[in-house]
């Protein structure tokens, strides 16, 4: 259960992270991806400096799909989000974020050999089709009516680039420190996006900060989304595997508009109930362990880790 957990405190996270990017899409989408991975460094540093540097060699050495990690999960990712929260609404986002566990097993069983049975592949279509009915509250032929714009389109690269870091994560990741790995990578993400953000700023002027309403939502974003979510989530996928722990990013749309409920007063509709049950149903069903030779290999995994 322990991975499990960890991933449903991942979708509260990034549930979290939605809510507030369109809360506060009053600021430009790279000041936002770089103001949290601001706050993320500052709140690593103390933690990771010292195991990053004495994982130099490490991180030479596996340069290349580290900054491959990096780009994808770290500097564009929620970059790609919040751009497209600009132009679209959070349904849309939720809409278009359920492909990513169906985009993520495909690569898998492309790239890593991971195999699913006929049971699990059938959870993950339940589960997908359950995300999609939470958000059109259960009508599902009115999928092309919705008001697509550019900021649909931009969401394709946040789908594309989580898949690619949740492949990495599984190869790589455990090659490094936790802590370290993070701090590297957000240091990283924030040098690439500081010219990004001084173009934005001399085309849209420097946008005002000093609210505390920004400060808060700003230390969230850089603390739940970019540091915490992060450690769950790789040590989820290394524990299970980039398909079943992508699985659970279909509990998103559910999660946001709980929050939505909850936070912003919105209703909760029976069909919407209806489609959480549907998403439940098509997790359990892909995360069920495939024989007990796997439970055995699960096992030992976890002994190690």
């Not at 991971?114 to 259960?138: D, R, T, Y």
């Not at 980039?242 to 936070?263: C, D, E, H, Q, R």
């Amino acid at each position: 259960m322990y991975p499990y957990i960890l991933m449903i405190f991942v979708v509260i996270f990034y549930a979290g992270n939605i809510l507030i990017g369109k809360a506060i899409n009053e600021l430009p989408p790279f000041t936002i991806a770089f103001f949290r991975l601001l706050v993320a460094f500052i709140v690593l540093f103390p933690i990771g400096f010292r195991s990053a540097w004495e994982s130099r060699d490490t991180f030479i050495k596996y340069k290349k799909p580290l900054l491959i990690m990096t780009l994808t999960g770290i500097t564009f990712f929620n970059t790609f989000i919040y751009g497209a929260l600009q132009f679209t609404t959070a349904s849309n986002v939720s809409v278009l974020e359920s492909a990513i566990p169906v985009v993520t097993v495909l690569l898998s069983a492309w790239l890593l050999k991971e195999k699913l049975n006929h049971i699990q592949w059938v959870g993950i279509l339940l589960s997908f089709i359950g995300a999609l009915w939470v958000v059109m509250e259960g009508k599902l032929l009115q999928l092309t009516a919705i008001d697509w714009n550019i900021g649909d389109a931009i969401m394709i690269g946040a789908i594309g680039t989580w898949a690619v870091y949740s492949i990495f994560v599984k190869q790589y990741m455990h090659l490094f420190p936790s802590y370290a790995v993070l701090l590297v990578m957000t240091g990283i993400s924030i040098i690439v996006l500081l010219p990004i953000v001084l173009i934005e700023w001399g085309f849209q002027g420097i946008p005002p900060l000093g609210s505390l309403n920004l400060v808060f939502s700003l230390m969230y974003l850089g603390i739940f989304p970019s540091f915490i979510a992060l450690i769950f989530y790789n040590k989820a996928v290394h524990l299970l595997s980039a398909s079943k722990a992508s699985i659970f990013l279909n509990f998103l749309p559910v999660v946001t508009i709980a929050g939505a409920y909850i936070w912003l007063g919105e209703k909760i509709t029976v069909m919407q109930i209806i489609g959480s049950l549907i998403v439940i149903c098509g997790v359990f069903l892909t995360t069920q362990v495939k024989g007990k030779r796997r439970k055995n290999k699960e096992m030992t995994i976890r002994m190690k880790a």
